[in-house]
C-alpha cells in the first residue's frame, strides 16, 4: 500500500511538474510540437497515476519499478527546470528515499533521505512540515532496520516540528478571529 502511494505521489509530482512548469510556461496562442509533446507526457503521467491509484490488484514490484521509473524522471525534469536546490526538488527526492525504504534499500534510502533533508534544511529551514516529513522519513527507515536508538529521537524532531507548525497556525487563525478576518 505504502509503495502506491508513493507511487501515485511521484506520478503526480511528475505531472504537476510538466503542468505548471513546462506547459504552462508556454504562450497559450503559440502552440508548438514541444509543448503538444510535453502535454502528451503530462496525460500519460496522469494516466498511470489514475490507473495505480485505482487499481484493483497490486503487483508489488511492478508498481516499484513504475515510482522509480517516475521519480527519476521527475528528477531529471526539476533539476533541469529549477536545479537541485529548490523544495520541489527536494520533496521528490523524499518520495525517491520512501520507494527505497518500501524496497528495502535502507542505504539508498537513507542516503536519499539526508539529501533531500539538507536541501530542504538549507532553502527551507529545519522548521518546515516538509522537512518534517523527511526527518519522520528517516526515522520510519531507522524504525524498519530495527535501529531505535535513532528512531526515536527523529520521531521527536518530527513531531516538534508539526507540533511547532500547528501552534503557530492556530496562533495566527486566533488572532485573525479576534480582528474578525475569519
Same mark, same amino acid.
Given at each position: 500500500m505504502r509503495? =502506491?502511494? %508513493?507511487?501515485? +505521489?511521484? %506520478?503526480?509530482? !511528475? %505531472?504537476? @511538474? %510538466?503542468s505548471g512548469r513546462i506547459v504552462g510556461d508556454e504562450p497559450a496562442q503559440e502552440p508548438n510540437v514541444a509543448? $503538444?509533446? /510535453? @502535454?502528451s507526457q503530462r496525460d500519460q503521467l496522469w494516466e498511470q497515476a489514475m490507473e495505480v491509484a485505482n487499481a484493483g490488484e497490486f503487483d508489488e514490484t511492478?508498481?516499484? *519499478? /513504475? &515510482?522509480?521509473? *517516475?521519480? +527519476?524522471?521527475? +528528477?531529471?525534469?526539476l533539476e533541469k527546470l529549477l536545479g537541485k536546490e529548490h523544495p520541489d526538488y527536494s520533496i521528490c527526492l523524499t518520495n525517491l528515499a520512501g520507494l527505497y525504504l518500501s524496497a528495502g534499500n535502507f542505504l539508498e534510502a537513507e542516503s536519499v533521505y539526508r539529501e533531500a533533508m !539538507?536541501? $530542504? /534544511? /538549507?532553502? +527551507? &529551514?529545519?522548521?518546515?512540515?516538509?522537512? *518534517?516529513?523527511?526527518?519522520?522519513g528517516?526515522?520510519?527507515? #531507522?524504525?524498519?532496520?530495527?535501529? #531505535?536508538? $535513532?528512531t526515536v529521537p527523529l520521531y521527536r524532531q518530527a513531531v516538534e516540528i508539526t507540533l511547532g507548525i500547528l501552534e503557530q497556525t492556530t496562533n495566527l487563525q486566533?488572532? =485573525?478571529m479576534t480582528r474578525g478576518f475569519d
Open positions: 509503495s =502506491r502511494i %508513493l507511487l501515485v +505521489l511521484c %506520478l503526480f509530482g !511528475a %505531472l504537476v @511538474t %510538466l509543448a $503538444q509533446a /510535453k @502535454t511492478v508498481n516499484l *519499478a /513504475k &515510482g522509480f521509473k *517516475a521519480a +527519476l524522471e521527475c +528528477l531529471v525534469i !539538507a536541501i $530542504q /534544511k /538549507k532553502v +527551507l &529551514g529545519n522548521e518546515h512540515p516538509e522537512y *518534517a516529513a523527511s526527518v519522520g528517516l526515522a520510519e527507515l #531507522y524504525f524498519s532496520m530495527g535501529d #531505535y536508538e $535513532q486566533s488572532e =485573525r
